[in-house]
């Protein structure tokens, strides 16, 4: 099944207790499409700036992250700089330059338009349903967004739900959209307004996928050495993602397959700055990781 | 397999914003003992004044709670005052009252001697080792403690870690005690001084068991209202260590199946103000709601 994701492609300077990276690959698009590419090609719509560079779309268009959708715009490319602070667990954002995205206008090519999987990245959700519009006739849907357009686009988020199958949020953002602290209630909240599923990512304790048939719960990879956070979510999403592409099956059973590799990508995505890890590691490796989350889990009932 | 708490045994004054309780059961004792009695009779070792109230005693010994090694003293029972923020995260301790619980020195009847299981409930690591003293062969020892003993009596602690299996305590307290902010890394800080096991609570997450042959996950079981988190980690200990007492099987298997009890009483815990869910339900709904959580875990790996 054709994937497809719109998200930012940035340039990050991150600085976290362990190192720092200075114009490093990052974005949603490019940690959903790193994550993605393990298990199935990715079209990406974007846009970046002529400071781009070149070699990384080379990298990309090798892994089967299809990067011809990218819009090429003169100026500079989106820059991130964060820095975290010494547990992780917070992170200040030092300067955003949006660059050429601050006037991007999504226009998918011809090819991108059959799209069957549809990831909208963390943007502006009124580009994220002008991406909608342009995809011929999705099967599945899912859509990340965080606290700037929850108080800035309520209406248009409020749109965009009616037209989704899945919102991927971390426990923050699902409780601000819904006013409600509690996830579970909180996740009712967001189906009553459209979409069947509610992912509610919760970072180092892991992911809780919740439909109509019951609640999923995947665990965080226990991981002794994390570097840097930035861009678990996406990929988490591409994990997910490209295992629902690859296998074309929307089953629960495979749903919950999918949070398992969404979990591993996710894991892996923290282990290096930027995508570094992505680009050490090959499909053996994450297929073994995403296994051991059997027994991570694994109970048997047997006197219950 | 005998199963002896030592732990404090309170009246507790609890504000949440879902309403208040005023002198209720609590403490680390009797948590455990509700919960833990489900499975298999409990030895109580602690103290109570003069002004606790005789009908408790008397409907804890129906439940098989033994409160016969607990020691009557002339003054007030231990009190603890309490109120929660809105969203259950925090809580702030308005009032203590040691009472007969500041002399304190806990004597074990006979019959408590020969305990095979031993669960040290929050409280000065000095008791814990003075009640761990008198028992003859314990098979099995848990041990909970806190931000306060950890500044407090650090030297005290290590000697106890040397004495116990099994450590369980929440992340922040793991973190305190290691210095190390990763939790799986404080796990093993931990390990090398005495436990063969760490068992890291993370409240509305779930609970980690880390020993020599891996790692298990057992998620917080989903819950959409919430009362009371006073007592759940208590509650936590009690199902898993009572599990462990009914089966009398220490193996790696039973020790995963005694997680899901224990994350099982944990959130019963949670559903009521003090002890009343636990005097609300019965054995088949606590097994009931263990056997779901396969449910809530479960992925098979076709395909991967």
């Given at each position: 099944?054709?994937l497809?994701?719109?998200?930012?492609?940035?340039?990050?300077?991150?600085?976290?207790?362990f190192?720092s990276?200075s114009?490093?690959l990052g974005?949603?698009a490019?940690?959903?499409?790193?994550?993605?590419?393990?298990?199935?090609?990715?079209?990406?719509?974007?846009?970046?700036g002529?400071?781009f560079?070149?070699?990384e779309?080379?990298r990309?268009?090798?892994?089967?992250?299809?990067m011809?959708?990218v819009?090429?715009a003169?100026?500079?490319?989106?820059?991130?700089?964060?820095?975290y602070?010494?547990?992780l667990q917070?992170?200040?954002?030092?300067?955003?330059?949006?660059?050429v995205?601050?006037d991007?206008?999504p226009?998918?090519?011809?090819a991108?338009?059959q799209?069957?999987?549809?990831?909208?990245?963390?943007?502006?959700?009124?580009l994220?349903?002008?991406?909608?519009?342009q995809v011929?006739?999705?099967?599945?849907?899912?859509c990340?967004?965080?606290n700037?357009?929850i108080e800035?686009q309520?209406?248009t988020?409020?749109?965009?739900?009616?037209?989704i199958?899945v919102?991927?949020?971390n426990d923050?953002?699902?409780r601000?959209l819904s006013g409600?602290?509690?996830?579970?209630?909180?996740?009712?909240w967001?189906?009553?307004?459209?979409p069947?599923?509610?992912i509610?990512?919760q970072?180092?304790y892991?992911?809780v996928?919740?439909d109509?048939?019951g609640?999923f719960?995947?665990?965080a990879f226990?991981l002794e050495d994390?570097?840097?956070p930035?861009?678990a979510?996406d990929?988490?999403?591409?994990?997910?993602?490209?295992?629902?592409?690859?296998?074309?099956?929307l089953s629960q059973?495979?749903?919950?397959?999918a949070?398992?590799?969404?979990?591993t990508?996710?894991?892996?995505?923290?282990?290096?700055?930027?995508v570094?890890?992505?680009?050490e590691?090959g499909?053996?490796e994450?297929t073994?990781?995403?296994?051991?989350?059997?027994?991570l889990?694994?109970?048997d009932?047997d006197?219950?």
């Amino acid at each position: 099944m054709k994937l497809l994701v719109v998200g930012s492609i940035a340039l990050d300077s991150v600085e976290t207790p362990f190192g720092s990276t200075s114009d490093a690959l990052g974005g949603s698009a490019i940690f959903f499409g790193y994550a993605a590419a393990f298990f199935h090609p990715v079209q990406v719509v974007g846009v970046i700036g002529d400071d781009f560079p070149k070699e990384e779309l080379d990298r990309m268009a090798a892994r089967g992250i299809d990067m011809t959708g990218v819009e090429h715009a003169a100026g500079e490319s989106f820059r991130w700089k964060g820095k975290y602070s010494y547990d992780l667990q917070n992170r200040e954002t030092l300067d955003t330059r949006l660059g050429v995205f601050a006037d991007f206008d999504p226009k998918l090519p011809d090819a991108y338009r059959q799209a069957k999987l549809v990831f909208l990245g963390n943007i502006d959700p009124r580009l994220q349903l002008r991406v909608l519009d342009q995809v011929d006739k999705p099967d599945f849907v899912a859509c990340d967004t965080m606290n700037y357009w929850i108080e800035g686009q309520p209406d248009t988020l409020m749109q965009l739900l009616k037209r989704i199958d899945v919102l991927m949020v971390n426990d923050a953002e699902a409780r601000q959209l819904s006013g409600d602290w509690n996830i579970y209630r909180a996740a009712r909240w967001i189906r009553e307004r459209g979409p069947k599923m509610v992912i509610i990512k919760q970072g180092e304790y892991g992911a809780v996928l919740i439909d109509d048939s019951g609640i999923f719960y995947v665990p965080a990879f226990p991981l002794e050495d994390v570097y840097d956070p930035t861009g678990a979510g996406d990929a988490f999403a591409g994990g997910f993602m490209g295992h629902l592409a690859r296998t074309g099956d929307l089953s629960q059973a495979n749903l919950r397959r999918a949070m398992v590799f969404g979990s591993t990508t996710g894991s892996f995505c923290v282990e290096r700055f930027s995508v570094q890890r992505f680009q050490e590691v090959g499909v053996a490796e994450i297929t073994a990781r995403a296994r051991s989350f059997g027994d991570l889990v694994h109970f048997d009932t047997d006197g219950f």
